[in-house]
Structure formats: structure tokens, C-alpha cells
């Protein structure tokens, strides 16, 4: 078997194919469904990994931990020397925990991680979200005109998590600075300069944890946090390590995915007003639109697996040790699953068998609170601004990461009533 199958030579789109470029950033599906057509499992000769686009191959991935390992899904450079006493397990979420773990380790962890996030513990955060969401709102109705990214889509999830885990409210500046931090180290592309500094600032977050454990396992509180440190299973809890490693994926699960999901939402209702129209005509489509939104533009383009050993995927060969680059966004597109992929359709039959939250062992944990911020955010900002719409000409900047996919800015505007 070899890394460089002579298939996806064939097409020069696939073999020029380049993951970073911003043409391809800002709109990746007409490639993807090139990729269905001609070789649904390719080589990505300038990233170095495979990607799979088609619907069955990318599930039949995810269900298939023992050839397509997690272990090795979270890759990042080593820890700077000089920062390696005050992270002595590496960066935080490049721990085993949640996301970079097999069964039956994972198992074990994702079974107390659960315990700490159960429909019972989301439903009674719907009051908090509400007046977290509404207090945003207020502090920009007036103005007719704002960049939701910055005002509504980043703060609301940050406080949200933060509340959870019982972070203290005079933290949230770093813990909003140390969140970003956690996600840019996905991206391959972080200068050494830049690269040194989410370093420092894993650091921060990984001493702030540890004090919070050490005074969650003397004094525990009603927060996740606590649940993390004193949940376990057959009488063994999770490690401190672990409880970074989960808090810290945490972070980005429940944060910077949910600032991309808010994004991509409006702009995708908003770039054409019936949408929206039809929305608030029937507020019973808030939730089947939310769904459509998480199918068409997923704020997750895909997480990585390392095979175990040689497999046969999608026609290609994969040799053992090969990178897999599983593309939910483009099997949310398979034209042999979803009729009319690049319609947006909130009453199609097979709405929620897109894959925006994984599928398998690795389902997401947080899926449940991330639909209700947005199903909330959603329904308070079309009561609370009437008229609403996109800014015309606006430069939209699209993240360089193959794992998210969303806007770092948009800016919307509304009518202001005039008393």
C-alpha cells in the first residue's frame, strides 16, 4: 500500500487540492461534491492526510474505533521547554480524555463526562441562557447595527460554559482569552511566535484548572466542575489530568462551535430574507431551521482518526498510520443522502441525519446545550430586532482551520423603533 494512490491523481482538483486556500475556506462544497463523484477517499498531497467526503464512508469511520483510532485525533507540537514544568502532561486537551480517546478508556470517561451534562442539568439552563442571551441583546438593540460575532455569538456561549463549570464572573476576560487559545492550536498554520504564545496561555489555563480542582475536591459546589472531580465509575474518578483534558475540550465543544453555529445560522437565513420570513411566520421552524442550518453549513468541517492498520475505504487503499480526515461538512452534502443537497429545507424528511455532532462512540456531549443556546439566541434576536439583515459589501474573513468552519465577523443591521 502507498500514501500516494494513483485515483485521486487522476482528477487535478483533488491532486492540487489545498484545504487552507481562502476561496475554498469560504465555500468548500463544490469541491467536496467533486470529491463524491470521483473519489469520495482521497490523498491531500499538500496537508499530508486523507480526507473522506462521502456519507457511508465517513460513518462507516466513526463506527469503526478499533481501525480508526481517536489516540491520535488532537496532534500538536510539543510543549515549548520552558513551560514544560507547569504543563507536565502536555497542552490540556491533548490529553486522552474525550475527543483523543478509544474505548474502552474513553468509554469509562465519556460515562462520568456524561453524568455531569444530563438532559436534567441542560433543561434547567434555560432561564440562564435566556437572561444571559436577552442582557447581550440589550446592550446593542439600540444601535440599529452590530457585528454579531463579537457582541452576541462569542460572549454568549463563553458565559454559558463558564457559568456551568462555576468559573468565577471576574475571570471570564481570560477565560474567553484562554478558549481561543485551545482551539488555534488546531490550526497547523500558527506561526512559531504565535504558536509560543497559545503555549503561554495553555499554561495559564492549565494552573487556573488545577486550582479550581483542588478547591472543587475540599469545598464542591453545584457546577460541572465539581460533578468532573467527585463523579465515578466502578469506584475509580478521573485524574486531574483528565478533568483538564475534559474541561479544556469542553471549552472548545461548548464554545467557539457554538459562536460558529450562531454565525453560520444568520448568515444563512439572512442571505435570503424568506428564510428568516418563513421563520417568523412559524415559530415551530426555529428548531427544524436550526437543524437544516447545522446540515448545510456545519461549524465543524471535520476531526481527524489514524488508522491501526491497512484498510480498504471509499475504493482507496489506506495504508497503517494514515491520517483520516473525516468531513462532516461535506457528507452533510452527499447527494445520494439529502435530495437537493444545497437547498436550504427545514421541512426535509431526513433532517436530523446530517452528522454535525459526529456519530458513534464520539457523539458529541455537548449537542443537547448547543441546541438550546441557538434555539434560544435564535428566538430572542428575530423578537428583539425587527427588520433584520445583512449589512451589504461587507468582507467576510473565513478561520484557516480544517476543523471549524464559520465567519470571524458579520455584521448585521435592523430597524430601530423610533420612541
Given at each position: 500500500m502507498t500514501n500516494h494512490p494513483e485515483g485521486p491523481q487522476a482528477c487535478p482538483a483533488l491532486r492540487d487540492y489545498d484545504p487552507f486556500d481562502p476561496g475554498h475556506l469560504a465555500d468548500p462544497y463544490p469541491l467536496w461534491r467533486l470529491a463524491q463523484r470521483e473519489a469520495p477517499v482521497f490523498y491531500v498531497e499538500k496537508a499530508g492526510f486523507w480526507a473522506v467526503t462521502g456519507y457511508e464512508e465517513v460513518l462507516e469511520v466513526a463506527r469503526d474505533p478499533e481501525t480508526f483510532s481517536s489516540r491520535e485525533s488532537l496532534n500538536f507540537r510539543p510543549v515549548p521547554e520552558h513551560l514544560r514544568e507547569r504543563l507536565p502532561n502536555g497542552f490540556p486537551q491533548g490529553y486522552p480524555s474525550l475527543i483523543n480517546s478509544d474505548p474502552p478508556e474513553h468509554s469509562r470517561i465519556r460515562k462520568i463526562a456524561n453524568?455531569?451534562?444530563?438532559?436534567?442539568?441542560?433543561?434547567?439552563?434555560?432561564?440562564?441562557?435566556?437572561?444571559?442571551?436577552?442582557?447581550?441583546?440589550?446592550?446593542?438593540?439600540?444601535?440599529?447595527?452590530?457585528?454579531?460575532?463579537?457582541?452576541?455569538?462569542?460572549?454568549?456561549?463563553?458565559?454559558?460554559?463558564?457559568?456551568?463549570?462555576?468559573?468565577?464572573?471576574?475571570?471570564?476576560?481570560?477565560?474567553?482569552?484562554?478558549?481561543?487559545?485551545?482551539?488555534?492550536?488546531?490550526?497547523?498554520?500558527?506561526?512559531?511566535?504565535?504558536f509560543e504564545q497559545c503555549a503561554a496561555e495553555h499554561a495559564e489555563l492549565n494552573g487556573y484548572l488545577l486550582e479550581r480542582i483542588a478547591e472543587r475536591r475540599s469545598a464542591p459546589r453545584d457546577d460541572l466542575l465539581s460533578r468532573l472531580v467527585h463523579e465515578e465509575d466502578e469506584n475509580v474518578r478521573l485524574t486531574d489530568a483528565q478533568i483538564t483534558s475534559v474541561t479544556a475540550q469542553l471549552l472548545i465543544g461548548g464554545n467557539v462551535t457554538t459562536t460558529d453555529l450562531i454565525g453560520n445560522m444568520m448568515l444563512t437565513l439572512l442571505s435570503e430574507p424568506e428564510r428568516l420570513g418563513g421563520i417568523r411566520a412559524d415559530t415551530k421552524l426555529i428548531g427544524p431551521a436550526i437543524e437544516e442550518v447545522l446540515r448545510i453549513k456545519s461549524s465543524i468541517r471535520g476531526l481527524f482518526r489514524t488508522t491501526t492498520r491497512e484498510v480498504e475505504l471509499g475504493g482507496a487503499a489506506l495504508p497503517a498510520g494514515a491520517t483520516v480526515w473525516l468531513v462532516w461538512g461535506a457528507a452533510n452534502h452527499d447527494?445520494?443522502?439529502?435530495?437537493?443537497?444545497?437547498?436550504?429545507?427545514?421541512?426535509?424528511?431526513?433532517?436530523?441525519?446530517?452528522?454535525?455532532?459526529?456519530?458513534?462512540?464520539?457523539?458529541?456531549?455537548?449537542?443537547?446545550?448547543?441546541?438550546?443556546?441557538?434555539?434560544i439566541a435564535l428566538e430572542l434576536l428575530i423578537e428583539r430586532l425587527p427588520g433584520l439583515g445583512l449589512v451589504e459589501g461587507q468582507q467576510l474573513v473565513y478561520p484557516a482551520s480544517p476543523v471549524s468552519q464559520g465567519v470571524d465577523n458579520l455584521e448585521l443591521e435592523w430597524t430601530v423603533p423610533p420612541w
Open positions: 453524568q455531569t451534562l444530563t438532559p436534567r442539568h441542560v433543561a434547567a439552563l434555560e432561564p440562564s441562557i435566556r437572561e444571559i442571551a436577552g442582557g447581550l441583546i440589550d446592550e446593542f438593540a439600540g444601535d440599529g447595527r452590530v457585528d454579531i460575532i463579537e457582541r452576541f455569538a462569542i460572549p454568549l456561549p463563553v458565559i454559558v460554559i463558564a457559568r456551568i463549570l462555576g468559573v468565577n464572573e471576574q475571570d471570564l476576560e481570560d477565560f474567553q482569552r484562554w478558549s481561543n487559545a485551545a482551539f488555534l492550536m488546531s490550526n497547523p498554520n500558527l506561526t512559531d511566535a504565535e447527494a445520494g443522502v439529502f435530495a437537493a443537497p444545497e437547498d436550504f429545507d427545514p421541512r426535509r424528511p431526513n433532517l436530523v441525519d446530517h452528522l454535525s455532532f459526529g456519530k458513534g462512540t464520539h457523539f458529541c456531549i455537548g449537542a443537547p446545550l448547543a441546541r438550546l443556546e441557538v434555539n
